[in-house]
């Protein structure tokens, strides 16, 4: 039986079965690559928020850290001190006794003669966190004329009276060192331990554990004002009085000045 032209005609503008799969593998090969792309343009859209996000919770903490060292009360109380962790060693603290408007967050005026621990607690998986807690003040009768020993009221770090919760600022750190600028003898030192005194520059020096370098930051302190805050030697008992006050000692900053 013979063909028609129009027959012949429309076989030969048709697609054979080969062809159309042959379409078909090159348009799954076209989505694939567009689908790669886009994910690993969302990624690195994600890496990218997520970087800077970090790169701000870090300029933000230096920047409270900073402000709170600039502008600490003439009767706040600052020592530092080390306590022992079993996953990470002895880990340096900053306290603050009685200091409720450092870095302070509620209300402080319902948290008077309060205090602060600026410490790196571990964090669950390892390493260890930037973060701060906030003490409540010594359940004991002040006089208003009395600078009782705050340090000294203290609950023991981990013990059954430390109920604090920890604040966390930063996550990730691998090492958190203090140092102290000693004006009086022109020393840094790796700890301060005189709460009548203050250091005229505090080193910062961290380390995350993604990243290799060590990096360091030097903050400023107000010196005292004299007379400004009494002396203590002891702490207060029930009745707020404590041993025979004298003012405290002026502290003029050295000639070495913050790098940051």
Same mark, same amino acid.
């Given at each position: 039986?013979?063909?028609?032209?129009?027959?012949?005609?429309?076989?030969?503008?048709?697609?054979?079965?080969? %062809?159309?799969?042959?379409?078909?593998?090159?348009?799954?090969?076209?989505?694939?690559?567009?689908?790669?792309?886009? %994910?690993?343009?969302? &990624?690195?859209? /994600?890496?990218? &928020?997520? %970087?800077?996000?970090?790169?701000?919770?870090?300029?933000?903490?230096?920047?409270?850290?900073?402000?709170?060292?600039?502008?600490?009360?003439?009767? /706040?109380?600052?020592?530092?001190?080390?306590?022992?962790?079993?996953?990470?060693?002895?880990?340096?603290?900053?306290?603050?006794?009685?200091?409720?408007?450092?870095?302070?967050?509620?209300?402080?005026? #319902?948290?008077?003669?309060?205090? /602060?621990?600026?410490?790196?607690?571990?964090?669950?998986?390892?390493?260890?966190?930037?973060?701060?807690?906030?003490?409540?003040?010594?359940?004991?009768?002040?006089?208003?004329?009395?600078?009782?020993?705050?340090?000294?009221?203290?609950?023991?770090?981990?013990?059954?009276?430390?109920?604090?919760?920890?604040?966390?600022?930063?996550?990730?750190?691998?090492? /958190?060192?203090?140092?102290?600028?000693?004006?009086? *003898?022109?020393?840094?030192?790796?700890?301060? *331990?005189?709460?009548?005194?203050?250091?005229?520059?505090? #080193?910062?020096?961290?380390?995350?554990?993604? &990243?290799?370098?060590?990096?360091?930051?030097?903050?400023?302190?107000?010196?005292?004002?004299?007379?400004?805050?009494?002396?203590?030697?002891?702490?207060?008992?029930?009745?707020?009085?404590?041993?025979?006050?004298?003012?405290?000692?002026?502290?003029?900053?050295?000639?070495?000045?913050?790098?940051?």
């Amino acid at each position: 039986m013979s063909t028609s032209p129009s027959q012949r005609d429309a076989g030969a503008d048709g697609f054979t079965l080969l %062809e159309v799969m042959l379409a078909i593998g090159i348009l799954a090969l076209l989505m694939g690559v567009m689908l790669a792309l886009v %994910e690993k343009t969302l &990624e690195a859209t /994600v890496t990218l &928020e997520q %970087e800077q996000q970090r790169l701000q919770q870090r300029q933000g903490t230096l920047d409270l850290l900073r402000t709170t060292f600039r502008t600490l009360p003439n009767d /706040v109380q600052m020592i530092s001190r080390r306590v022992n962790d079993s996953a990470n060693g002895t880990q340096q603290q900053i306290v603050f006794a009685n200091a409720p408007t450092v870095l302070a967050w509620g209300n402080p005026d #319902e948290m008077i003669h309060s205090s /602060v621990i600026l410490g790196t607690p571990a964090q669950t998986g390892g390493g260890l966190n930037v973060s701060i807690k906030r003490v409540p003040p010594p359940d004991i009768d002040i006089a208003p004329d009395a600078t009782p020993n705050y340090i000294g009221l203290l609950p023991a770090e981990g013990s059954a009276q430390d109920t604090a919760l920890w604040l966390t600022l930063l996550e990730n750190m691998k090492s /958190v060192q203090w140092r102290f600028f000693d004006p009086r *003898t022109v020393n840094w030192l790796d700890d301060w *331990t005189d709460p009548n005194t203050r250091p005229a520059l505090i #080193e910062l020096q961290w380390q995350f554990l993604d &990243e290799p370098a060590i990096q360091r930051y030097v903050f400023w302190l107000p010196p005292l004002t004299p007379n400004a805050r009494p002396k203590f030697t002891q702490a207060a008992n029930r009745t707020g009085t404590t041993s025979q006050p004298t003012g405290g000692q002026p502290q003029t900053p050295p000639n070495p000045t913050p790098t940051r």
